[in-house]
């Protein structure tokens, strides 16, 4: 048994935590509520000599990703921390960090995305992220932040992978609310992720290297669909991480994460920090003899297809809560998504939205209870009277 | 000074065969800057003509590792490279001292670049950045950008029976990154190579940040025989329109004072930009780009008198 050490910590200072273990060769970051925790406990470390780490205090998220870039083409292991705007003013850059194949690691701290602004919890900045050819895992607490981390460094530098992770904790709810957090000994962590030794530098001068070329007609189309291979294939080589992961430090980490779903008839699909919320109603339900599950995908890019189709197929009634909206006039992007994942499961069971929490608006036991019992008219009646849905708002 | 001979020994790190126009002013500063030094050179470049000629898929001039990531940020780009050498070596990782340069266009760095060149100047990076100056966007068709001198008809700022070009004067781009107080800032044109070289030998020896503003001619944009590139670039020297300026330490000096400043207008004559200047009811703004010359260098003679 290994020797583990609990500590009071947030989100943003687990987040910091394991980048302290990690250590990056370079962390380029600008703040921007309510990430900005993470950059100053980090800075504070590397203040005080605790890690080796080069920091570059850049004056926009836009230079932080560009930076970054920068960096993790010259071979150096790089990381950088964002929120809502921030993620925004660095959008150009993060398309060009997956596409040139950059195994960096950012923690995001889930706000809503201006206008109007908002400095609280939504999910409406990564959602929007989600075909940027990053890797994004959504986490439930700030234990899974800390653990995340450290895997999603493993993860992103995986020679079959090699692909930027965003590892997303709710900002405010996760991100500032103190938990007590299982660290584990820094020397684990170091061997645990091991030297990043990349096969191309930019600073290999004996063996020049052009990066970001211009890519035209004739290869443009190749490059993405490797691109496309890449996260496809990443899903075979994620568990495998994962089980080594899980092996090392005596944890049970998966792509997707099943709460009561074996024998339930109704369940909630939702990401994040709300997934807690709605484990208690389940218990709660549970003792009164409902048949309630709960479905958190962990990881929504790439997309576990699969996992999902199989874990939801066999219910009688399926809610997805969706902490941001897609302003299609169809709900959400995570609705549309396990939608489409079960249209080509032989059962499919009838599927109804919830868009929740936008701007930090609290969800509540009774909020989720009421969505239970939506489930049960539905598996009664087989009929959805609303697909899309509103919870908590006054209309 | 440099020595030709010297010069000549230097392997070629932008090799021919690249796609940019032939008497194309880029090519010349580019390979001018990269002889300032015989240190390993990690080259960044923003978007522009520069990079797209010189790095069409599967094909690359640049016999020196390259990075191009996107139009504003070969500062902040060429900052996450020079760190991550510093990360390194720190760890043993490299053990070569390694020269770190970044190349822009005037759209890239008076404009769009600007924070970003800003930012990296300001955390003191050790590397040099040089504005391929060719007073305008180029690579798009000629569009106006604030190094658009006064006057010159644009794509986006074109001369016509309203308009006699672009109204604004340039942006002193020189003096607002001297306002950074790096080590060394400079102005320089690819007919004055010697001037170049040297200023490039400077910018590669200091510890920090240094900044050359090459004039890089277009003769797509501004209109003039492909072969006359480098006599357009002297005429811009001789006639005060680009001076020929360092700041080294905060110290202001002229490093070629023409004898007598020719007239402007036997610079703004040799070029189609200028063109509509010359017609009846316009020679006002011609007195005007004299003024404002003349102007200039007297601000520039204060400066290197007070510094």
């Known amino acids: 048994m290994m020797t583990k050490k609990l500590i009071a910590l947030t989100g943003d200072q687990a987040a910091a935590e394991a980048m302290r273990q990690i250590e990056p060769d370079v962390v380029a970051a600008y703040p921007i509520t309510p990430q900005t925790e993470i950059v100053m406990n980090f800075s504070q470390f590397a203040a005080d000599g605790r890690v080796k780490t080069e920091m570059i205090p850049v004056e926009s998220e836009h230079s932080a990703m560009s930076a970054c870039v920068g960096s993790a083409a010259s071979g150096a292991r790089t990381m950088t921390a964002t929120s809502a705007n921030g993620l925004a003013l660095m959008w150009e850059i993060v398309y060009i960090t997956a596409s040139l194949r950059l195994p960096i690691v950012m923690p995001v701290v889930n706000r809503a995305l201006s206008g109007p602004i908002n400095i609280h919890c939504d999910h409406s900045d990564t959602m929007g992220a989600r075909d940027s050819g990053w890797i994004q895992i959504y986490c439930e607490n700030a234990q899974e932040v800390y653990e995340n981390i450290i895997v999603a460094v493993k993860i992103a530098e995986h020679k079959k992978i090699l692909l930027p992770v965003m590892v997303c904790q709710d900002g405010f709810i996760t991100s500032h609310a103190v938990e007590g957090i299982s660290i584990f000994p820094d020397d684990k962590v170091k061997k645990f992720i091991g030297e990043y030794t990349p096969e191309h530098s930019l600073l290999d001068v004996e063996n020049p290297v052009t990066y970001g070329p211009l890519d035209l007609q004739d290869f443009y189309f190749e490059h993405k669909r490797q691109e496309a291979e890449a996260m496809k294939s990443a899903l075979k080589t994620i568990p495998a991480v994962l089980a080594e992961f899980n092996k090392t430090f005596d944890k049970s980490h998966d792509l997707v994460e099943e709460y009561k779903l074996s024998d339930a008839e109704v369940a909630i699909v939702v990401l994040s920090s709300t997934a807690g919320t709605a484990k208690g109603v389940v218990d709660e339900l549970r003792k009164k003899g409902v048949k309630a599950g709960l479905l958190k995908p962990k990881f929504f890019r790439p997309f576990p297809k699969a996992r999902i189709t199989k874990a939801l197929s066999n219910l009688k009634a399926v809610a997805v809560l969706d902490r941001s909206d897609s302003f299609s006039g169809e709900g959400g992007p995570l609705f549309s998504e396990i939608k489409a994942a079960l249209y080509e499961s032989e059962k499919r069971p009838p599927v109804i939205d919830y868009i929740f929490g936008l701007g930090g608006r609290d969800i509540f036991p009774e909020d989720i209870k009421k969505v239970y019992k939506d489930l049960q008219e539905i598996k009664k009646t087989k009929k959805i009277k609303s697909p899309v849905n509103y919870l908590g708002i006054r209309e | ?307």
């Open chain 2, 1 to 307: 000074m440099a020595n030709i001979k010297e010069l000549s020994k230097i392997p070629e790190r932008l090799t021919g065969g690249h796609r940019l126009c032939a008497g194309c002013g880029a090519s010349i500063a580019v390979r001018q800057i990269l002889m300032g030094t015989t240190s390993p050179v990690v080259a960044g470049a923003a978007t522009g003509c520069l990079e797209v000629a010189t790095t069409i898929y599967p094909y690359t001039a640049w016999n020196v590792p390259f990075i191009h990531n996107a139009f504003e940020n070969v500062a902040a780009t060429i900052s996450g490279a020079e760190t991550a050498y510093r990360a390194l070596k720190k760890k043993g990782k490299i053990t070569k001292d390694i020269k770190f340069v970044a190349f822009g266009g005037d759209g890239g760095t008076y404009d769009i670049g600007l924070q970003s060149l800003s930012g990296a100047l300001e955390r003191g990076h050790n590397f040099v950045y040089v504005c391929y100056n060719n007073e305008a966007y180029e690579n798009t068709g000629v569009q106006r950008s604030s190094a658009t001198p006064k006057g010159a008809s644009t794509t986006t700022a074109p001369a016509g029976k309203a308009s006699y070009g672009k109204p604004q004067m340039r942006k002193d781009l020189t003096a607002i990154v001297a306002a950074h107080n790096i080590p060394y800032a400079a102005q320089g044109s690819i007919s004055h190579w010697n001037d170049v070289v040297t200023k490039s030998q400077k910018a590669f020896a200091v510890k920090g940040p240094a900044f050359l503003n090459i004039l890089s001619l277009c003769h797509r944009g501004w209109r003039y025989r492909q072969e006359d590139t480098v006599k357009v670039s002297k005429l811009a020297v001789e006639t005060g329109y680009w001076p020929l300026i360092e700041i080294e330490n905060g110290k202001w000096r002229f490093t070629y004072r023409p004898k007598e400043r020719k007239p402007v207008v036997e610079f703004l004559k040799t070029q189609g930009r200028f063109k509509h200047l010359f017609k009846e009811g316009n020679k006002s703004v011609l007195d005007e780009i004299q003024k404002d010359i003349d102007n200039y260098w007297e601000y520039l003679e204060k400066l290197v008198r007070a510094t």
